[in-house]
């Protein structure tokens, strides 16, 4: 009888790990920033590096494994601030090198668990789309699924951006109504 009972949870928990669910050191690190996004990632945020009217610039003390660099900006639009988290992930000058990379990351935060503290867990979902060569971005948007109150208005991006005929991988987790209000403006410290 009690093998009975154990074979839904073993079919349930193959068929989770069929889908590709599972845990590496970037999919917890994706969990650890989105977890702390409803207090605007205060308890990953470092030394301010820039400031300026309307927005201030901060180190992220977390980031993904081999990010050039990792930040957080606190925009300032009317009475309202935004907070949102980047990260260059890699540097081309490769297109196809630029590709494969985005499409490993993808793979890594894909179907990523998101458990808020005292919520229900939720998993990253998104399409994969290959960069196009010929557009100087191409963005892969991540939603949660079920969608929990806490993160409603969150968006994920997976982006792959050329510039000066160099291509680089950015990670981006921020307030849909920041996009909303016109002022998805990253300011990227170099």
Known sequence: MKQLLLL????????????????NE??????KIVQDYSTHFSHITGEKIAAAPGYEVYHSVVTMPGAASAQITAIHAESVTYYRWDAVIVQHRSYAEAAADLEKLYNKLVNTIIKPVGGKASIVNGLYMPPA????SSTIRFGLLPASKSFESLDIDLTARQDNGAW???LSVYDRALENAGSNNKIVMK
């Open 26 to 31: 970037a999919s917890t690190l994706l969990e």
């Open 8 to 23: 839904p949870f073993l079919g349930y928990a193959a068929l989770v790990n069929g889908q590709g669910v599972f845990s």
């Open 133 to 136: 060569q010929d557009k100087t």
């Open 168 to 170: 680089q991988i950015e």
